[in-house]
């Protein structure tokens, strides 16, 4: 049988996540970072669950996705409930599980053509 490496078709995806760092493509990040298939945003300061507001998911919302993965570090730490109701009040999903479960969702859903995007808070 012969195997072929499929490469996505889009410009983004991630190798690996951890509560400390993710790589995405061949990108090393140490901080809290937000992606869509497409976009790629380094610096994201966000450095906890507990400070996370509508302001700081802002720009992801702008991104017009039918979904956000919220990955919250090493473990799932959900944020509060108004900034959940905000989302949902915009039509947009916020689902929240941890970086390494964030991350093979995101590129499943970004294979499938989905509208997503992706938001990990990073502890350094």
Not at 10 to 39: C, H, K, M
Not at 70 to 99: H, K, W, Y
Request: charged content about 15%.
């Amino acid at each position: 049988m012969q195997l072929t490496h499929e490469l996505p078709d889009f410009t983004y995806s991630l190798r690996a996540a951890s509560g400390r760092s993710a790589r995405v493509n061949d990108i090393e990040l140490q901080r809290s970072f937000w992606l869509t298939p497409d976009t790629l945003v380094q610096d994201w300061p966000v450095s906890g669950v507990g400070e996370l507001t509508l302001e700081h998911l802002q720009p992801v919302l702008e991104q017009n996705p039918a979904l956000i993965v919220l990955g919250t570090g090493d473990t799932q730490v959900f944020p509060s409930a108004q900034l959940m109701a905000a989302c949902l009040g915009r039509g947009i999903g916020l689902e929240v599980m941890n970086n390494a479960a964030a991350a093979r969702t995101f590129n499943i859903l970004a294979s499938e053509g989905r509208k997503v995007a992706a938001a990990f808070i990073l502890h350094g």
